[in-house]
């Protein structure tokens, strides 16, 4: 059974880097790409990025030019840092196995920006 | 990159079975699997449908998806109390962003 446990700091300042990672146990971790999705306050789901075991990357081109996706495959994980954050950034991020659809999830982790 | 269009909101009674659509365009639905996802509160989103049409295992046939050209369909028969939650539906954009994309979301309310 594939299971996702994400971690990271959830209480940060405007202009911080926000800094989650994933670990992943179960399953063929070098076969997929692996996301990072959030849910804001009162809006809907929003796919952030995505990487695989080679560092190939995405990024939702609204959020590029803020975000970094790495991975160490040697330890299961994958990463996602996002400078420079703002309130509008406030939500629950999760981390998602990506096959066309995201059928694995984390747990969620609830991150708040505030001064 | 844009959002798929759904009903904010749909209301039915138990038993009853209702629809939640889902519109997007050619660079996205329309060349691309239709996902769609449940979430309830203090929970991790769930998968119940994928490639547009296909339940994962331990999901209800209560349960049930179908597209069309740029738009796609969740139907829930039999409505249970349970299934009030926020219903999002997701896929690809093929355009030039490409990446994921997702619903702004329908709350299901049984009444």
């Known amino acids: 059974q594939v299971q996702l446990q994400q971690w990271g700091a959830g209480l940060l300042k405007p202009s911080e880097t926000l800094s989650l990672s994933c670990a992943v146990s179960?399953?063929?971790?070098?076969?997929?790409?692996w996301s990072w999705v959030r849910q804001s306050p009162g809006k809907g789901l929003e796919w952030i990025a995505e990487?695989?075991?080679?560092?190939?990357?995405n990024y939702n081109p609204s959020l590029k030019s803020r975000l970094t996706a790495s991975v160490d495959t040697s330890k299961r994980q994958f990463s996602l840092n996002l400078t420079s954050v703002i309130a509008s950034d406030t939500g629950i991020y999760y981390c998602?196995?990506?096959?066309?659809?995201?059928?694995?999830w984390g747990q969620g982790t609830l991150v708040t920006v505030s001064s | 990159q844009s959002v798929l269009t759904q009903p904010p909101s749909v209301s039915a009674a138990p038993g009853q079975k209702v629809t939640i659509s889902c519109s997007g365009s050619s660079s996205d639905i329309g060349n691309n699997y239709v996902s769609w996802y449940q979430l309830l509160p203090g929970t991790a989103p769930k998968l119940l449908i994928y490639d547009n049409n296909k339940r994962p295992s331990g999901i209800p046939d209560r349960f049930s998806g179908s597209k069309s050209g740029t738009s796609a369909t969740l139907a829930i028969t039999g409505l249970q109390t349970g299934d009030e939650a926020d219903y999002y539906c997701g896929t690809w954009d093929s355009s030039l962003s490409a990446g994921g994309i997702f619903g702004g979301g329908t709350k299901l309310t049984v009444l």
């Open positions: 998602a196995r990506s096959v066309g659809y995201f059928d694995y």
């Open positions: 179960g399953g063929a971790f070098s076969a997929y790409f």
């Open positions: 990487i695989n075991h080679n560092g190939v990357t």
